[in-house]
């Protein structure tokens, strides 16, 4: 039986316990609608959450004639070219597609963009009430920084960024069907963009990842084209919309409990083990991709069929008090703190660096006390 829950509604994202506690009251493996995928199978414990990211023999994110979960015969080409990532990659697609960026990802890379990332962090944050007071976090702050960071690691010139950064905000009111294809003409403008950035560097050089992309192209082609424009609208969502959840969801979250605000503020090497907390309670990645089951299996007491779909549910996982005592509290000095907010394949493990350098220096926005 389908268990209902509005995974779009305002009443979900301004409470997401509430349906998680209807879901697992349905018990650990539930079918639900999720906007696009349609009827599939969720999970809501943490462990069976690992269970099925781990498993990529019997949860793939692609079927056997290569089609990926969602996407459908009405969708623009250019959907299909974006979907066309490594996020949505088996292996040996995956580690092919991955190997271009690992150099990017290494924590060594990662650091030495520190002092740069704390700079545009410290700009944004002087600039946060330039405007009058109160000002808008998320539109000031939160999705600025993690797009100035990810242009400066993609290697688009400066000039280019409120161009790009305005089509980027553009594209995260994605709801449902209408809403994606209302989304086309600005996805295509992007898509236009970074062929003529991949252009203008094959032509006369350039830096970062577009560079890099290019290089490799070069040296004897291991991505097609359309794979490069799709590598460069992932590493453009992955690299911001989950930072500017993450932080706009950590700043609430203290503004609602200033106490904690306080007791942050008093020591702020405390910062790491509040910031991982913050990743599991406020899980800016509420699911991952979806999978496809590839034979008949049981889950968690349930018999799932080979072609069914299953999306584990990461915020379930998160709050899954198996996982963690009081799990439904927010306790910034939680120790262990398991959560699965970047999946649990490895896979997403680089992730963790960027953010937590962008989310450290938020946290002592001047926002945090006075909005
Ligand atoms: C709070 C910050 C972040 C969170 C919570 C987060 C979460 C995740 C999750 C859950 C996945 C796996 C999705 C799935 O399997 O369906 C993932 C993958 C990925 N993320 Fe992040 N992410 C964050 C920041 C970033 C940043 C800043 C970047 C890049 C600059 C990034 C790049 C990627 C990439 C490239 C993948 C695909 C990895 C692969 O398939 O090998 N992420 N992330």
Known sequence: M????????????RNPAAAIAKLRAAGPVVEIRFPLVGEVWTTTTQDLANQVLRDSRTFTLRKDDGGVVG??????????????????????????????????FRRRAVLEMEPRILAIAGEL??????????????????????LSVICELLGLPLADRPKFTAWASGLTRFTGPLSL????????????YMEERLKATRETGGEGLIAELVRVEKEGGRISRDEMVAMLFLLLFA????????????????????QLRDWLEQDWSRADLAVEEFLRFVSPVQFTKPRFVRKDVELGGVRLKKGDKIIP????????????????KLDLERKPNRHVAFGACG????????????????????SASRA
Request: neutral net charge.
């Open 2 to 13: 389908t268990v209902h829950a509005d995974f779009t509604s305002q009443a979900y994202f």
């Open 71 to 104: 996407l459908q015969w009405w969708m623009p080409k250019i959907v299909r070219t974006i979907a066309g990532n490594m996020l949505s990659a088996d292996e040996p697609d995956h580690t092919r597609l991955r190997s271009i960026v690992d150099e990017a």
């Open 125 to 146: 944050a002087g600039e946060l009430f330039a405007e009058g007071s109160p000002a808008d976090l998320v539109d000031r702050y939160a999705r600025r920084l993690p």
């Open 181 to 192: 294809l209302g989304l086309v003409p600005n996805i295509l403008a992007m898509k236009r």
């Open 239 to 258: 690299g911001h919309e989950t930072t500017t959840h993450l932080i706009s969801g950590s700043v609430r979250e203290l503004l609602r409990n200033p």
């Open 313 to 328: 549910m990461l915020v379930a996982a998160n709050l899954d008090p198996q996982a963690n005592e009081h799990a439904e």
């Open 347 to 366: 896979r997403s493990s680089d992730c963790r660096s960027r953010w937590t350098i962008e989310l450290k220096r938020a946290a002592r926005l001047p």
